[in-house]
């Protein structure tokens, strides 16, 4: 393993813009208890403009898209209107739905597009730049849940707070500050005019007023022309010119052709809860499943939280799930998913058969499952009940902090790299570290793998939490960890939110560790199985999570890791 990509696993996987300690000028609740709906984000006035169009009458799906666009005000290394993302959805009579708004690779994108003439991958050639960029999915994934699921059926009322957002400025928070402050070399180095995120006379400061009037006029145009007014027209012509500029694939054509795609959602079982998550091409619902069942027979609330017998369980399982999803998981439009062998109880159940509670599996040892047949990123998350009882996840993303560090000229809001989320070469990892093969290959318009992890849990018939994180490829096991400390360790939402994470995706084969997570015994104790730690200083994912109580009443957490807000009436 490479030295950078040493540094950058260790270094970048919480994919936040930063993650110092934040003073904020907003006032800032972790946790919140409610009576009748909740909402926790990233950002504490995207929470606020998303709870308040519930208080205008609007449902979980209206406020969703009303907290998307703010979002892409308000916390522009995340938020995003020039990345994409998934939507997954529990109405209140139970019925459920999946929306997948992810990014489509130009139609000029090509399998060896990232190596050169030797056939080695290109360093940052699907990071930086132009050329990283997918065509982005995001507007009209929120046109189509507005029209397919909105209550308030006033498409104009959801987008106006964030015109006004952007126009009059936010005050920025001292992690915004000094995310934006850190990035200012690469925007100008990446860009080809220099963009507002570039301060002109010193630097941000915690308190500065952000004004952004470009995005400002393309929100008016999205407002007034819903999809046509990003897809088509004046912003069209200005996506489409940056990528002239600067080296770019992304067309006219491609903008025109893109379409957010409902599909079913993935329905799991874990100690008589239901898992309702999303299908490829995130692989975060079926990696998900595959954690819940391989460590379900096993004595979880027995062995207690953290404790060495619980945190090595769970390692070796996320050991397995990871090497599959390298092999196994793509796009399903363009590649076979064995979706429901890999979601198979005893197909897990039989991974974990080798398991020695007293030794750490090789990850050499361990290959992808076999079958015959076959059926992340700088992302946000927000959680959403509404009054009614309607549940929404999304997590949406432009995958690095500050995606490829374009923003288009004219128009003021950046790209995505979201490119990089494809397999460049088979078995050379990609950013986060993540192995890919074939199954997630570079091809026209084609959807990259994701981690994204967006989750509902219900229990005898009823909703019980709404879960999801930012974080790359931690997003699958910070998900799986927030469930567990609720179902198995009996964890109100706010202690299963805070609580320090742990992290392995096989390959490169060491457990990541958050500061000062698990005392020095414990450290000892999973370096004797045979376990390698890292220990970082940053932060592991920012779940945002909501959870019924018995008495119905809501229980909203979010995550400390950042600027995140939870609310509630």
């Known amino acids: 393993m490479s030295k950078l990509l040493l540094g950058v696993l260790l270094c970048v996987i919480a994919c936040r813009p930063d993650t110092t300690t934040a003073t904020a000028p907003y006032i800032i609740e972790k946790s919140v208890i409610s009576k009748d709906a909740g909402i926790a984000s990233a950002h504490?006035?995207?929470?606020?403009?998303?709870?308040?169009?519930?208080?205008?009458?609007?449902?979980?799906?209206?406020?969703?898209?009303?907290?998307?666009?703010?979002?892409?005000?308000?916390y522009p290394g995340a938020g995003n209107i020039g990345g994409g993302g998934f939507m997954v959805l529990r109405n209140a009579d139970g019925t459920t739905d999946a929306l997948d708004f992810r990014e489509m690779a130009p139609a000029a994108a090509h399998r060896d597009m990232y190596l050169d003439?030797?056939?080695?991958?290109?360093?940052?050639?699907?990071?930086?730049?132009?050329l990283a960029a997918g065509v982005p999915g995001s507007v009209d994934g929120m046109v189509k849940a507005f029209s397919k699921y909105?209550?308030?059926?006033?498409?104009?009322?959801l987008i106006q707070p964030s015109i006004e957002l952007a126009?009059?400025?936010?005050i920025l928070t001292e992690r915004e500050a000094n995310g934006l402050?850190?990035?200012?070399?690469?925007?100008?180095?990446?860009?080809?005019?220099?963009?507002?995120?570039?301060k002109e006379n010193g630097t941000w400061q915690m308190g500065d007023t952000f004004k952004q009037p470009e995005l400002a006029n393309v929100l008016q145009e999205i407002r007034d022309h819903k999809e046509a007014g990003f897809y088509e027209g004046w912003v069209a012509d200005s996506i489409t010119s940056?990528?002239?500029?600067?080296?770019?694939?992304?067309?006219k054509e491609d903008l025109a052709n893109y379409t957010a795609i409902w599909r079913t959602p993935l329905i799991g079982e874990y100690k008589g809860h239901e898992i309702i998550s999303m299908p490829p091409p995130s692989s975060g619902g079926i990696a998900l499943q595959q954690l819940l069942s391989a460590v379900e027979s096993f004595p979880l609330s027995d062995y207690g939280f953290h404790s060495i017998e619980a945190v090595h369980l769970m390692i070796e399982a996320e050991r397995r799930a990871f090497a599959d999803r390298a092999t196994h998981i793509g796009d399903m439009d363009y590649y076979p998913v064995p979706?429901?062998?890999?979601?198979?109880?005893?197909?897990?159940?039989?991974?974990?058969?080798?398991?020695?509670?007293?030794?750490?599996?090789?990850?050499?040892?361990i290959l992808a499952g076999e079958f015959a047949d076959h059926e992340s990123e700088q992302t946000t998350h927000f959680s959403i009940i509404d009054k009614d009882g309607n549940a929404v996840a999304v997590t949406t993303t432009i995958n690095t902090g500050y995606g490829s560090k374009v923003v288009v000229g004219g128009a003021g809001f950046l790209l995505n790299n979201e490119m990089d989320d494809f397999s460049a070469k088979p078995g050379v990892p990609n950013f986060f570290g993540l192995i890919g093969n074939e199954a997630n290959s570079i091809a026209p318009g084609k959807r990259m793998l994701s981690s994204m992890t967006p989750s509902i849990v219900t229990k005898d018939g009823e909703l019980k939490l709404v879960v999801g994180t930012p974080g790359g490829s931690t997003i699958i096991t910070s998900v799986f960890q927030t469930i567990i400390n609720v179902v198995d360790f009996k964890m109100g939402a706010n202690d299963a939110v805070q609580s320090c994470r742990f992290h392995h995706q096989w390959v490169p084969d060491m457990v990541m560790l958050e500061k000062d997570c698990f005392d020095e015994g414990t450290q000892s104790a999973l370096k004797s199985l045979g376990h390698e730690i890292n220990q970082r200083d940053g932060y592991i994912g920012a779940v945002e999570a909501i959870l019924v109580l018995p008495d119905g009443r809501l229980d909203i957490a979010a995550d400390k890791r950042g600027d995140d807000s939870a609310m509630g009436y």
């Open 44 to 74: 504490p006035l995207a929470s606020k403009i998303g709870l308040e169009i519930m208080r205008k009458g609007g449902n979980a799906v209206d406020a969703a898209i009303a907290t998307q666009f703010a979002l892409a005000v308000c």
């Open 167 to 170: 126009s009059k400025g936010l």
């Open 117 to 130: 003439s030797t056939g080695n991958v290109i360093e940052g050639l699907s990071i930086n730049g132009h």
């Open 339 to 365: 979706i429901a062998q890999l979601m198979d109880d005893g197909y897990n159940k039989e991974r974990m058969a080798n398991f020695n509670p007293d030794k750490a599996t090789n990850s050499d040892d």
């Open 150 to 157: 909105s209550k308030l059926g006033d498409w104009a009322a």
């Open 181 to 198: 402050n850190r990035t200012r070399d690469r925007f100008i180095e990446l860009n080809t005019r220099t963009p507002r995120f570039v």
């Open 242 to 251: 940056e990528m002239q500029r600067g080296g770019g694939l992304i067309t």
